[in-house]
């Protein structure tokens, strides 16, 4: 489901500590205790691969000395900086749902039927969703080559 074995223990507790603390805000009218239970456990696990995603992010922004081959210019830092911007103002166009099935895809490596299972829909409403994602940023990214002058 995209959370790595070695962090199944901690990803368990958290759902487990939030399942507890929002125990109270079971509402049967809203649906089942296992549409419950689901929910809270995607969300566990959304934000457990999101924070890892930040990490690994971090990571890349700054690696250790030995790791460099050469330090790139400033120009290289400020383009790879504005970049970076760029596509997370572009995902951030993107829909919640959108956005989470392309990180998981394409940042995460999962598959679209490991996707719907995580998510709790079926694979061609995971497929629908990505091909949205890509479909808006195709479109972006073709606008503003248009607006700079590339193509």
């Not at 507790?13 to 239970?37: C, I, K, M, Y």
């Not at 924070?51 to 990571?59: C, F, G, K, L, Y």
């Not at 700054?62 to 400020?78: C, I, W």
Request: no cysteine; proline share 3%.
């Amino acid at each position: 489901m995209g959370v790595r074995p070695e962090d199944f223990g901690a990803v368990t507790n958290e759902t487990f500590h939030v399942l507890w603390t929002r125990r109270a805000d079971f509402d049967p009218a809203r649906g089942s205790r296992a549409q419950w239970l689901r929910g809270i456990a995607v969300r566990v696990a959304l934000h457990h691969l999101r924070s890892r995603h930040r990490d690994w992010e971090n990571a890349r922004a700054s690696p250790s000395e030995d790791l460099r081959s050469r330090d790139p210019s400033p120009e290289e830092e400020t383009s790879r900086a504005q970049d970076r911007a760029l596509l997370g103002e572009l995902l951030g166009q993107l829909s919640g749902a959108q956005r989470s099935v392309f990180a998981l895809h394409h940042v995460e490596g999962m598959s679209l039927s490991q996707i719907a299972e995580l998510l709790g829909v079926s694979k061609n409403t995971a497929a629908s969703r990505l091909r949205l994602a890509r479909e808006h940023l195709t479109r972006e990214v073709s606008r503003l080559r248009r607006l700079r002058g590339d193509g």
